[in-house]
């Protein structure tokens, strides 16, 4: 089993800048692809970002590309969302989620595993 824990949302002005976090832990990170999704009420869940397991392709929703980048450090177990430029349509609970495999995954169910969300909140 993974265990996925969020953490580095909070409250932040618009056009400024959060990094997030995902730390993994319970088992090797090697072969999982990661993904980052948000919520926000009302709203089903959407894939912002993902990434292979080598890094060496990643995945942008249209919304957030060019503002936001997705990295993961292996050894250190742990998957980054770097969001820069936030615009209040940004404010949402931001889950991470890994797949077992080596390709990249951008469907919902594709996902084995979910951190509980970290809330992000950018402010006008």
């Known amino acids: 089993q993974v265990q996925l824990v969020e953490s580095g949302g909070g409250l932040v002005q618009a056009g400024g800048s959060l990094r997030l976090s995902c730390a993994a832990s319970?088992?090797?990170?090697?072969?999982?692809?990661m993904g980052w999704f948000r919520q926000a009420p009302g709203k089903e869940r959407e894939l912002v970002a993902a990434?292979?397991?080598?890094?060496?392709?990643?995945y942008y929703a249209g919304s957030v590309k060019g503002r936001f980048s997705i990295s993961r450090d292996n050894a250190k177990k742990t998957v980054y969302l770097q969001m820069n430029s936030l615009k209040p349509e940004d404010t949402a609970v931001y889950y991470c989620?890994?797949?077992?495999?080596?390709?990249?995954?951008?469907?919902?169910?594709?996902?084995?595993?979910w951190g509980q969300g970290t809330q992000v909140t950018v402010s006008s």
């Open positions: 989620a890994a797949r077992y495999g080596l390709t990249i995954a951008t469907m919902e169910p594709e996902y084995d595993y």
């Open positions: 319970g088992r090797t990170f090697s072969n999982y692809a």
């Open positions: 990434i292979t397991w080598s890094g060496g392709n990643t």
